[in-house]
């Protein structure tokens, strides 16, 4: 199992920043990336920002050169510095840990709580 502590939501005005952080704890555990998802209300939760334990990157297209995700997998922290902010960057974000044995294997998710992020136009 896995737990994840999320911090850093709030409200900002449009063009401002904010960086989210969160925090895993579990024994005996691979987890194989990190990420951050998001959920609008009446939208789907979707993919905005991940980084496996190599250090690869991806990054939803509509915060690719404003979005920056960092790791450190000593601490199991990963982290989201969000710059330029839109309103339609609005919406509960969610940290996320696949756990997999390898690359290859089946993958299991696990969440955070959510924490609100609310940008004013």
């Known amino acids: 199992q896995v737990q994840l502590v999320e911090s850093g939501g709030g409200l900002v005005q449009a063009g401002g920043s904010l960086r989210l952080s969160c925090a895993a704890s579990?024994?005996?555990?691979?987890?194989?990336?990190m990420g951050w998802y998001r959920q609008a209300p009446g939208k789907e939760r979707e993919l905005v920002a991940a980084?496996?334990?190599?250090?690869?990157?991806n990054y939803a297209d509509f915060v690719k050169g404003r979005f920056t995700i960092s790791r450190d997998n000593a601490k199991n922290t990963v982290n989201l510095q969000m710059n330029s902010l839109k309103p339609e960057d609005t919406g509960v974000y969610y940290c996320?840990?696949?756990?997999?044995?390898?690359?290859?294997?089946?993958?299991?998710?696990?969440w955070g709580q959510g924490t609100q992020v609310t940008v004013s136009s």
């Open positions: 996320n840990a696949d756990v997999r044995r390898t690359a290859y294997s089946r993958r299991y998710d696990f």
């Open positions: 579990g024994t005996n555990t691979r987890i194989y990336a």
């Open positions: 980084i496996t334990n190599g250090g690869t990157t």
